[in-house]
């Protein structure tokens, strides 16, 4: 589950996005929260998530 917050960078008129990514079904709640620019790509947003949980590419993912 992924909550989305749509935010401007000083400075430069760029837009960003603030992500909470949470992992469905687990206790203690996984959960980061992470900022992107807004001109990120599928596969970039991809290799953040990963770098971010400390996964070694080796789990599935799905976008929505």
């Known amino acids: 589950a992924a909550d ?7 400075g430069d008129g ?3 996005y ?3 990514i949470s992992i469905i079904g687990v ?3 996984i959960w980061r929260r992470l900022r992107i620019p807004g001109n990120i790509t599928f596969q ?3 290799q953040t998530i990963q770098a971010a949980f400390g996964w070694l590419d080796y789990h599935l993912y ?3």
């Not at 989305?4 to 000083?10: A, E, F």
């Open 44 to 46: 970039q947003l991809h």
């Open 18 to 20: 603030q992500l909470k």
């Open 27 to 29: 206790k203690p709640a």
């Open 62 to 64: 799905k976008f929505e």
């Open 4 to 10: 989305l917050l749509r935010i401007q960078l000083k």
């Open 14 to 16: 760029r837009m960003a």
